[in-house]
């Protein structure tokens, strides 16, 4: 059909398969929003602050943000960057756009202003919605230096002004809206170079990721989802997280950030059953004293990923918090790999899932793009129902990023393990190559993590004039405690790893630079390490 230009399209035969074999629902979010709307009605949809919406409500409150966001005249297939944190109002404003068919970018509130008008610019967006401030950055103050750059922008939505003046519309008459094979919405995706990559879904690719992994969390009317991680990530949308929650009946609680501070109040008021975190977020719980004052205990399962979850940190999330571990390992390019609630404790606790839906091809390659022999470790290359065939816009990107027959180089390196479940190895970049000898730096942050003063770690490549790269420990310690490169080396060999692997440099830290999308960025680390050892030269 009439695709939004720039659109990479699924081959014919295999849109043809995918809904031949139901994986497919030709349906828009529009229809599934009024048949939630039908089937929910009064119970509570969610939980945002002091709101507390049902069903209807939401549904009327996104019909109505609709009719006014029409009212201003955007239009089927226009863009708008959305950059909301966790409220109600991201939720509502999805459901609205996506009712008509307008294109929703999915910024993150951590992005600032150049990263901001590089996706206006490169999108062409007509609108932008951010909140006045949040946690201490001014948005509006942000667009509206960047908005002269950005010429097809012509409206500026802000809560707490323009936004809720256009949300109070009353409900009318609607153009029509999209249909199912049309896209959807764009993600980010988590690369940190230049030029920003949009990931295009559409209503029926999007619907069968959502599907497929709610069904393997386990969510149901009886749910509790909380939202703890930024609502505009793949996984806390969609994978079950936001859409998945709601599609089911269940109640969804938007926590505005994943500190214990925030979660665990609500945790307990609201008897949550669910929620997806970040290794991360995870560590924070485990090790916060506030564990103690909150009763957590209706936590059922706690769907963990974003990076490698080490097994120690599994086993302390079931025996301390007492949720099932359930990990996730994703791209918002596609793919989800998920472990399944009853798989056996070594799969739960030491894998990173398989894939979430029966039409997921996987190919586990080497650097000559053959397979590698089972058990091995390759890059992951997939395609299938819910994974894109390119990105929106960018030709020569797609020539590197995709094969010929349309798999997607996910740039993981992966192993399958005899189970079919994939044990992720890192990053094929993510590799230190110290005089040929290639060192995984998941493997050795595994390790770390297991010492005893180590709150958080990240292994990195530093240069050496000998061997091309060796590796500097970035460790942040737990408070009091004291640690030296030789303690750590001692404790790492002790390990059992190969020699070579020890950290040959150790940088305490008392936080990691993150990326815009909130993983600890290698690339600053790198820098940061590589720019001492050229002043101490």
């Known amino acids: ?85 966790n409220t109600w109002e991201f ?32 999108s062409d967006a007509v609108a932008y919605c ?31 002004a323009g936004f809720d003046e256009i949300a109070r519309t009353p409900e009318g008459p609607l153009p029509e ?22 990931i295009a879904h559409t209503h029926e690719d999007y619907a069968c990721v959502m599907n497929h992994a709610t069904a393997l969390a386990g969510l149901a009317a009886d749910s509790v989802f909380l939202a703890v991680l930024p609502v505009s990530h793949n996984f806390t949308f969609a994978t079950p997280g936001v859409l998945g929650a709601l599609s089911r009946g269940a109640r969804l609680v938007l926590s505005p950030t994943p500190s214990p501070e925030s979660a665990f109040p609500l945790i307990e008021r609201e008897r949550v059953t669910n929620t997806g975190c970040t290794p991360a977020v995870a560590i924070q719980w485990l090790e916060s004293p506030l564990r103690a004052k909150h009763d957590l205990s209706s936590l059922r399962a706690m769907l963990v990923g974003g990076s490698r979850l080490p097994a120690e940190v599994a086993k302390r999330i079931e025996r301390e918090i007492g949720a099932t571990v359930q990990q996730i390992y994703g791209m918002a390019e596609g793919l989800n790999n998920l472990t399944r609630l009853d798989d056996a404790e070594e ?34 290359l997939t395609r299938g129902p819910y994974t894109v065939r390119g990105y929106w816009r960018a030709p020569e990107q797609n020539a590197q990023a995709f094969t010929a027959d349309g798999f997607y180089r996910s740039g993981d390196l992966v192993c399958a393990t005899p189970s079919g479940n994939f044990r992720v190895e890192g990053r094929i970049k993510d590799l230190i190559n110290r005089g040929g000898e290639k060192i995984s730096a998941e493997e050795i942050e595994g390790l770390m993590l297991r010492h005893p003063a180590v709150r958080n770690a990240a292994a990195v490549a530093m240069p050496c004039r000998v061997m091309g790269e060796r590796v500097c420990a970035c460790v942040i310690r737990r408070p009091e405690a004291s640690l030296t490169l030789d303690e750590l080396r001692g404790f790492l060999a002790r390990a059992g790893i190969a ?39």
């Open 1 to 85: 059909g009439n695709m939004l230009e720039g659109y990479v399209p699924f081959p014919e035969e295999f849109a043809a398969r995918y809904r031949r074999l139901g994986y497919w629902e030709t349906k828009t979010f529009g229809e599934r929003l009024d048949e939630w709307a039908a089937r929910y009605g009064e119970r509570t949809a969610l939980v945002s602050g002091e709101q507390r919406l049902s069903y209807a409500e939401l549904r009327s409150r996104a019909l109505r943000l609709a009719a006014g966001l029409a009212g201003l005249g955007v239009r089927r297939e226009d863009r708008v960057l959305v950059q909301l944190p």
């Open 91 to 122: 939720v509502v404003l999805s459901l609205a756009l996506f009712r008509l068919g307008a294109l929703p970018i999915m910024a993150l509130p951590a992005h600032h202003g150049a990263e901001i008008l590089r996706l206006l610019q490169f």
């Open 130 to 160: 951010g909140p006045a401030s949040w946690r201490g950055f001014d948005y509006a103050a942000m667009i509206g230096d960047i908005a002269p750059q950005a010429p097809a922008l012509k409206h500026v939505l802000i809560v707490g």
């Open 177 to 198: 809206g999209p249909r199912p094979e049309d896209v959807l919405l764009f993600m980010l995706s988590g690369g940190t170079t230049g030029l920003p990559k949009l």
């Open 347 to 380: 799969l739960r606790l030491d894998t990173q899932g398989r894939p979430a839906c029966p039409a997921d091809e996987v190919r586990i390659v080497g650097p000559d793009g053959s397979p590698v022999a089972p058990g091995e470790p390759g890059e992951l």
């Open 499 to 537: 020699h070579f692997k020890l950290p040959e440099r150790l940088e305490l830290m008392e936080n990691f630079p993150l990326t815009a999308v909130g993983k600890v960025s290698k690339k600053a680390l790198r820098e940061g390490v590589a720019a001492k050892l050229a002043a101490a030269a």
